[in-house]
């Protein structure tokens, strides 16, 4: 029997299944004058009352007849997504959406899987028919993977073969029925690692260093940063830094460079460290280089001192002359 609302003019009413003083449950419900119905419910939905008391309660607008199937009965209990993947590290993964149900609603069950919130499913699966792969995911399943041995949850998963970057993103499973839907969302990170990773300076005056940090190859885009130190107490970013992305079919590439002062160092040897990550996941890499700062009254004493070394050596341009 479907539960029906309908509005109730000022009626004191005791909550369902309760009883009045004298042990005697009230059954009759007045309508208001118009006879209006407010509309019908699966469940408790929808129903506004002022409870006054214990045990009893006034409802001022609306009283619920409740229906004798239950409410939410289908309900997804687990989604079961690998956070993260490393790209073509796998031959299969599996994406499991596990639901409990009623047998009422065994006759009109649908399991869906959408990605990144598109409208389409990229999957479907109809018990008693075969399942179907759509858009990003058509050949990329192993359509006869069972999950269970229910006929009713048996295709309710996703094997998805030799998982690659494109399918990073969020899979939505839905379970729906004449009678309820649930629908439950997770992202999936497909990585790619970096092919190479360089740090590297050069000096751009007498008295400033340029450093660079490059990175390549990566998916998704990463995140490339620049510190001065040695040690993660003492270190600090390198908020001057210039970063420049480029992304291609081979993943994404990634520069960062800095210019800086000798003066403003710390330290006569400084240690520049790039740290390479990818959010999300526990994939970093790092590369460091150490820079000596020069001083510049012994650096400029040391070219002159180069200068007339080569020029008493140079041999004198009359030199086997008669």
Same mark, same amino acid.
């Given at each position: 029997?479907?539960a ?11 909550v ?13 419900v ?45 309900h ?11 790209n ?69 998963a996703?094997?998805?073969?030799y &998982?690659?970057?494109? @399918?990073?993103?969020?899979y $939505?499973?839905?379970?729906? *029925?004449?009678?309820? #839907?649930?629908? =439950? ?16 300076y ?7 260093v340029?450093?660079t ?8 885009? &990463?995140?490339?940063? @620049?510190?001065?130190?040695? $040690?993660?107490?003492?270190? *600090?970013?390198?908020? #001057?830094?210039? =970063? ?12 960062l460079?800095?210019q800086?002062?000798?003066?403003v ?48 050596n ?9």
């Open positions: 029997m479907e029906e609302i309908i509005a109730v003019a000022g009626v004191d009413v005791p369902m299944g309760d009883e009045n003083e004298k042990g005697i449950k009230r059954k009759e007045k309508r208001p004058l118009d006879n209006t119905r407010v509309g019908k419910a699966p469940g408790m939905d929808g129903v506004r009352a002022d409870v006054k008391g214990r045990g009893r309660s006034t409802i001022s607008s609306l009283v619920l007849i409740p229906s004798s199937t239950g409410c939410n009965a289908l997804i209990t687990d989604l079961d997504v690998p956070k993260v993947i490393q073509g590290s796998r031959s299969s993964v599996i994406l499991d959406c596990i639901y409990s149900y009623e047998p009422h609603d065994q006759g009109s069950l649908v399991v869906k899987w959408f990605w990144n919130h598109e409208p389409e499913a990229v999957y479907q699966w109809i018990p008693g028919k075969k399942p179907e792969a759509i858009g990003i995911l058509r050949g990329r399943l192993n359509l006869e993977y069972s999950a269970s041995k229910d006929k009713y949850s048996q295709h309710r996703l094997e998805i073969l &998982p690659t970057t494109e @399918l990073t993103g969020f $939505t499973c839905s379970v729906s *029925s004449f009678h309820d #839907e649930e629908f =439950e969302s997770k992202r999936m990170i497909v990585y790619a690692p970096a092919t190479r990773v360089n740090v590297s050069h000096k751009t005056t007498p008295s400033t340029n450093v940090c490059d990175a390549h190859g990566m998916y998704p885009k &990463p995140l490339l940063r @620049l510190y001065e130190g040695a $040690t993660k107490q003492s270190r *600090s970013l390198v908020k #001057e830094a210039h =970063e420049e992305v480029i992304e291609a079919e081979d993943g994404f590439s990634v520069y460079q800095a800086m002062e000798d003066r160092l710390k330290q006569q040897e400084t240690i520049f460290e790039c740290v390479l990550s990818i959010l999300e996941t526990e994939y970093q890499v790092r590369r460091n280089i150490i820079y000596f700062k020069r001083d510049e009254k012994n650096y400029n004493e040391f070219l002159l001192m180069m200068l007339m070394i080569i020029f008493t140079a041999p004198d341009s009359h030199e086997g002359k008669e």
